[in-house]
């Protein structure tokens, strides 16, 4: 079955990068692309970008331009989301799901504390 | 970017109630928009897509309809299980936007 397994919580000072990878398994990785979507404590559903696992094309979220990467390791069907500059608005829960409509990871907890 | 307009953003009510939710877009999505139900600490589970396609395994009491810019959600009859938060999110391109979410509370 179609499983994508994400990485583990992290907590990070204000101005550092942090790195959630998604593993995909249970469908050929290059047929969909993946969607990343992150969730403040409390609060709703934010898009944050998109990466194809076809050809490594990507589109982000307006508001996280330059602070965000997505990319992807086709070799062992992961995906990835940076971010960088973090501040204590990006502390979420972040999600991966299979675009568009597919399974959903199991969130990583990103806390930016000082 | 595409905006997506739900409502309301709480809703209360009884085992048995007939509840409906609606999300507007800020201009056409066709039939691009999907459902879901989120449980606290869960990730988002799919409901409807295409505006009223249900997702296989979903209970027959959700329904979905609506195109280009208006869209409703209907639970038919409100189980216990049923009381948790709903999103809408369009799908129209190579990115989502969701609405604020529904959070449905029991009476």
């Known amino acids: 079955q179609v499983q994508l397994v994400q990485s583990g919580a992290e907590v990070k000072k204000p101005g550092a990068s942090v790195k959630v990878s998604c593993k995909a398994s249970g469908y050929t990785f290059s047929r969909y692309g993946i969607s990343w979507v992150r969730q403040a404590p409390g609060q709703g559903l934010e898009w944050v970008g998109w990466i194809s696992g076809y050809n490594g094309k990507t589109k982000l979220a307006q508001k996280l331009e330059g602070r965000a990467t997505v990319t992807t390791d086709t070799s062992t069907s992961t995906a990835y989301m940076e971010l960088r500059s973090l501040t204590f608005d990006d502390t979420a829960v972040y999600y991966c799901?299979?675009?568009?409509?597919?399974?959903w990871g199991q969130g990583t907890l990103v806390t930016v504390s000082s | 970017d595409i905006q997506m307009t739900q409502s309301p953003s709480t809703l209360s009510a009884s085992v048995g109630d007939r509840v409906t939710i609606t999300c507007r877009a800020s201009?056409?999505?066709?039939?691009?928009l999907a459902w879901y139900q989120q449980n606290p600490g869960k990730a988002p589970k799919l409901l409807i897509y295409k505006a009223s396609t249900l997702e296989s395994g979903v209970p027959s009491r959700f329904s979905g309809s609506g195109s280009g810019t208006a869209f409703t959600l209907t639970i038919s009859s409100l189980q216990p299980d049923d009381f948790a938060t709903y999103y809408c999110k369009q799908y129209n391109s190579y990115s989502w936007t969701f609405g604020q979410g529904t959070k449905v509370e029991i009476k």
């Open positions: 201009q056409s999505i066709s039939d691009w």
């Open positions: 799901a299979r675009d568009p409509l597919g399974a």
